[in-house]
C-alpha cells in the first residue's frame, strides 16, 4: 500500500508557514542528486573501502536501478526497504528510490528476522534490498525463511558483498548488478520523484513493540536539517565528512545526506574502530564527522591519537546519548578542533549544540541553544511554561520535525499538543543563557552507545522463556556506554536462569547490540497501586546490589 500525503499531520497552513519563512523549498532529494550531477559530475562524492564514485557515477548507477525497480512495480509511494552497511551501493539505493517518488525505509545490517519481519510487515514494503551476505550472516536465508509472512513483499534484491558465494533462487531474488542490467528501453533512467512536502522516507523508533512508530518525514523535513547544519558549520563542497555511525540509523542516513546537499565528499567507514577512524581521518584530510560519546572517548584512549596528524579537522560533532563532561573537555583539548555535543532524536532533527565559539565552562553539562529555526518550550505538569531553571517536559516545535507516526492516530494524538508542539518525552531545563540541560527521559528508552533499546521489545521475548516467571528491563548507568541493559527476572519455582542462557535465547531475533550486559533475579518485583512494576525502584535495586558486589569485590 502505498504512503500518500493523506497519512501525515501536514496542513495547508503549516506548509505556507514554513515555506514563506524560507524553510522549506520546492526540491527534493533527487533534484540535489541532480544537481551535483550536472554541476559536479567529476568531483568524488563517496568513498567506501573497495571503491569511489563522482556526482555523474551515483546519478548514472541509480537511474540503471531505478529502471529497474520501476520494471518491478516500484512506483510512487511505495515502500522499500533497505538493510544494507556503509556502502556506496546505500547511495545508489537511495538516489534510485527518491527518483521514482518511493518511501525510503532503511534500517540496520544488525537487524535480525523479528525485526525485519515486524517492519516489513507494518509498512507494507513493495521491496526490500539486503547484503546477500554480512559479517558471516546469511541476510538472504533469513529473508527466505519469513517471506511466507509477508504477503505484501512483491521484490527481494541482494547486493552481492564478496564475502563468500551465495546461491540465490532465480525465481525470488534478484541482485543489484542485475537490476542495473535490466534496463526498460523505453524507460531507461525514470525520474518521477515526489513533491517536497509528499512522504520521503519512513524510519522505525522501535523494532517489535506492541507501539509501533513509523516515523514519517519528507524531503523537507530531511532537507532542512542538513542545509542549515551546512549553513552554520560553513560546510560547502570542499568538505570531506567521514560517514562513521550506521547509514541504517538516522544519524548516518542524515550525514549521507549532508554530504549530498553540500556536494561534498562523504568516507563511508563500514566498521568502527579507533585506529581505523585516525588512519581515514590522516589519508582522506576528513574536516568533519559524527559520533557517539562511546566512540569518543574509544578515540581518545586509542594509543596512536598523539602521534596522528588531526590538522585538517574543523570540528567533530557527538551526541545520541548524555556525553560525560570530562570526555567534552579532554576532546575539546586533544583533538586540535572544536568538539560540539548535540541534542536530537529521529522525530525531529538536531534539536541543540554547544557553541563553538563560546568557552567550555560556559556550556558544559547543557547541550547548547536551540537552532533559530527551533522552537523550544519546558512545559510543567499542567502543560504550563515552566520559569527558567524550572525542570519539565521538553516540547518543540519547527520545520525539520516529522509529519506523524505513519498508522498510529493513538500515538501522534499523545504526542502532539493540541496547539502542534511535539512531545519528546525528554526533561530539562533552560537557563537564563537560553542553553538547554538535559535531566532525564519521560520514555522508556534506554540509550546504550548512542542507540535505542526500548525494553518492552526484549520483554516481549523473555517472557516466553521456559524457565521465567515474569521480567523486567531496566537501564543501568555505565561510564563507557552510558547506559547498559539489564535483565531482572523472577525465576520459575526450582529453575535456574543464567544470562549466557538469556543471551543464547534471544540471540537469533535481537541485533546483537539489544542484548542484555547484566542480569538480576528477583523474588517479586515493586509494583505500584495498579500492579505495574515500579520500573525507578528497581533500577535503585539493581544499582544498590551492584554497588554492593562491587564494594565487596564480587562481579556482575
Not at 548514472?60 to 512495480?73: C, K
Request: glycine share 8%; with cysteine; hydrophobic share 40%.
Amino acid at each position: 500500500m502505498a504512503i500518500t500525503r493523506e497519512d501525515t499531520l501536514l496542513t495547508p497552513e503549516l506548509i505556507e508557514e514554513y515555506t514563506v519563512a524560507g524553510y522549506w523549498e520546492d526540491s527534493t532529494l533527487a533534484d540535489v542528486f541532480r544537481r551535483n550531477a550536472q554541476d559536479f559530475p567529476g568531483r568524488v562524492g563517496y568513498v567506501d573501502d573497495r571503491s569511489q564514485v563522482t556526482w555523474s557515477e551515483v546519478w548514472q548507477v541509480s537511474g540503471e536501478v531505478a529502471s529497474g525497480l520501476a520494471r518491478r512495480g516500484v512506483g510512487r509511494g511505495d515502500v522499500v526497504a533497505v538493510q544494507l552497511p556503509n556502502r556506496v551501493e546505500f547511495v545508489f539505493v537511495l538516489a534510485a528510490v527518491v527518483r521514482l517518488g518511493a518511501v525510503f525505509c532503511q534500517f540496520p545490517p544488525d537487524y535480525r528476522a523479528r525485526e525485519i519481519e515486524f517492519i516489513v510487515r507494518f509498512s507494507e514494503a513493495h521491496t526490500i534490498v539486503v547484503p546477500d551476505r554480512f559479517r558471516g550472516f546469511d541476510h538472504t536465508e533469513m529473508i527466505d525463511a519469513i517471506r511466507d509472512r509477508l504477503p505484501r513483499l512483491v521484490n527481494t534484491v541482494a547486493v552481492t558483498t564478496g564475502e563468500s558465494e551465495v546461491a540465490l533462487d532465480a525465481d525470488a531474488w534478484v541482485t543489484l548488478d542485475q537490476l542495473r542490467r535490466d534496463l526498460d528501453p523505453a524507460d531507461p533512467a525514470p525520474d518521477r520523484p515526489s513533491a517536497a512536502d509528499d512522504v520521503m522516507r519512513i524510519a522505525f523508533t522501535s523494532g517489535t513493540t506492541g507501539e509501533p512508530k513509523g516515523v514519517m518525514h519528507t524531503a523537507n523535513t530531511t532537507l532542512c536539517m542538513t542545509r542549515r547544519e551546512n549553513e552554520e558549520r560553513g560546510i560547502g563542497g570542499d568538505a570531506t565528512i567521514l560517514v562513521l555511525l550506521p547509514v541504517g540509523l538516522n544519524a548516518g542516513f542524515g550525514t549521507i545526506v549532508q554530504v549530498a546537499n553540500a556536494g561534498a565528499r562523504g568516507i563511508l567507514m563500514e566498521k568502527f574502530s579507533p585506529p581505523g577512524l585516525l588512519d581515514l581521518v590522516e589519508r582522506h584530510q576528513v574536516t568533519s564527522f559524527l559520533t557517539a560519546p562511546t566512540a569518543l572517548l574509544a578515540i581518545l584512549r586509542d594509543s596512536s591519537l598523539g602521534d596522528r596528524d588531526l590538522s585538517s579537522l574543523d570540528f567533530v560533532q557527538t551526541g545520541g546519548s548524555s556525553t560525560p563532561m570530562e570526555v567534552l573537555r579532554e576532546a575539546n583539548e586533544r583533538l586540535g578542533c572544536p568538539v560540539i555535543d548535540l541534542y536530537g532524536m529521529l522525530e525531529t532533527g538536531v534539536t541543540s549544540c554547544t557553541d563553538p565559539e563560546e568557552p567550555y565552562e560556559e556550556w558544559v553539562g547543557t547541550v547548547g541553544r536551540p537552532y533559530d529555526f527551533m522552537r523550544v518550550r519546558i512545559l510543567d505538569e499542567d502543560d504550563q511554561d515552566a520559569a527558567v531553571d524550572i525542570e519539565g517536559e521538553i516540547v518543540k516545535s519547527g520545520p525539520t520535525i516529522c509529519v506523524g507516526y505513519y498508522r498510529n492516530p493513538d500515538k501522534n494524538k499523545e504526542s502532539w499538543t493540541t496547539d502542534g508542539w511535539f512531545r519528546s518525552g525528554d526533561r530539562g531545563h533552560l537557563d537564563q543563557a537560553g542553553r538547554l540541560t538535559i535531566s532525564g527521559r519521560s520514555k522508556d528508552v534506554i540509550i546504550h552507545g548512542g542507540a535505542n533499546i526500548w525494553p518492552r521489545e526484549l520483554e516481549e521475548i523473555l517472557v516466553k522463556h521456559p524457565d521465567v516467571a515474569d521480567v523486567a528491563v531496566v537501564g543501568i548507568h555505565d561510564d563507557y556506554f552510558g547506559e547498559n541493559t539489564c535483565a531482572c527476572i523472577i525465576p520459575r519455582p526450582g529453575a535456574t536462569v543464567t544470562l549466557e542462557g538469556v543471551i543464547d535465547f534471544m540471540k537469533n531475533d535481537l541485533a546483537k547490540y539489544k542484548l542484555p550486559q547484566n542480569l538480576e533475579l528477583f523474588g517479586a518485583f515493586p509494583l505500584g497501586p495498579t500492579g505495574k512494576v515500579l520500573k525507578r525502584d528497581l533500577t535503585h535495586e539493581v544499582e544498590v546490589r551492584r554497588k554492593a558486589a562491587a564494594t565487596s569485590g564480587g562481579v556482575r
